[in-house]
């Protein structure tokens, strides 16, 4: 069976980032191949991983519905046949890696088949890769129609602020209420500076939010996405590396 890791937390506090380092992390300790999974509409994930993307689930849907309604599909050819070939199309293969963005969400109309019918093949999928790391939007109401699987860690990232720790407690929250699946959640702090206040830890715990670990302010992060550079080239001994190693201990996983 395959771990299913899912990233959430409010916007610009650094998933993309974490999610890339837990990539990273998992093919430095051989945990290959990985599934990365952008469920993120900004498709952005690539950049951290350093792949360029063509495709998207998104746009494998649109084109599968569009295909189906018109009855354009190459003669002869089943509609089952034709989504499996676009499936392949949108997976980055790369490295000890593979990537699905799932791009655009549905517009209006009837995605009903083409949706069932990439639940299907994402569940099949999956069932590749010993760990699956997907990198989230800040709701979670996509999580539920994305697979049948449930979610095994969930990590919810915040930055060090009270507003933060709010967000996460009321993202935990619909987390629940949600009925995902999901078998452990807990708080990542993201881009600390100095330590934290005692306040502030405080609120975390009485939040019920598990403190997983923290991942400093780093200049090098930063160098790198002004550079372009993925994530996934960062070294062993950087602050940043050793804090995601430190959390994925703590979470068992
Ligand atoms: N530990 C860190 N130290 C310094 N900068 C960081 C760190 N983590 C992330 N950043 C920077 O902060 C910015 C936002 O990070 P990121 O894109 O990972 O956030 P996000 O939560 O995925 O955002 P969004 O909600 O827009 O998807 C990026 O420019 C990233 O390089
Ligand atoms: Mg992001």
Redesign the pocket.
């Known amino acids: 069976m395959s771990k299913v890791i899912a ?1 959430a ?12 380092l837990l990539v990273r992390h998992l093919l430095r300790t051989g945990n290959t191949p990985v599934f990365a999974v952008d469920a ?1 509409a ?1 498709v ?2 690539n ?2 991983l350093g792949v360029e993307v063509d495709k998207t689930i998104g746009t494998v849907r649109e084109e599968t519905a569009k295909a189906i309604g018109g009855n354009a599909l190459p003669v002869g050819m089943p509609k089952e046949t034709f989504l499996e070939m676009q499936m392949e199309e949108a997976l980055v293969e790369s490295e000890g890696f593979d990537l699905l963005v799932m791009g655009r969400p549905e517009g209006a109309g009837c995605y009903c088949f083409a949706n069932n019918l990439l639940r299907k093949h994402v569940d099949a999928l999956s069932k590749n890769y010993p760990y699956i790391v997907i ?1 989230n ?2 709701g979670l109401e996509h999580m539920s129609r994305r697979t049948t699987q449930g979610v095994d860690q969930l990590f919810i ?1 915040s930055d060090a602020s009270p507003v933060g720790i709010k967000t996460a407690a009321r993202i935990k929250k619909l987390s629940e209420e949600m009925d995902l699946d999901i078998k452990s959640a807990g708080l990542v702090l ?3 500076q100095g330590d934290l206040h005692p306040a502030l830890l405080q609120m975390i715990e009485e939040s019920d939010l598990n403190l997983m670990g923290q ?8 160098d ?3 550079a372009g550079r993925p ?1 996934l080239d960062l070294p062993d001994d950087s602050p ?1 590396s050793q ?1 995601v190693a430190a959390i994925v201990e703590n979470s068992g996983i």
């Open positions: 990233i937390g409010k916007g610009g506090v650094g998933k993309t980032t974490f999610s890339g993120d900004n952005n994930m950049d951290v990198d939007e800040a990232v993201s881009r600390v991942i400093p302010a780093s200049d090098e992060v930063l790198f996405a002004y994530v940043v804090a």
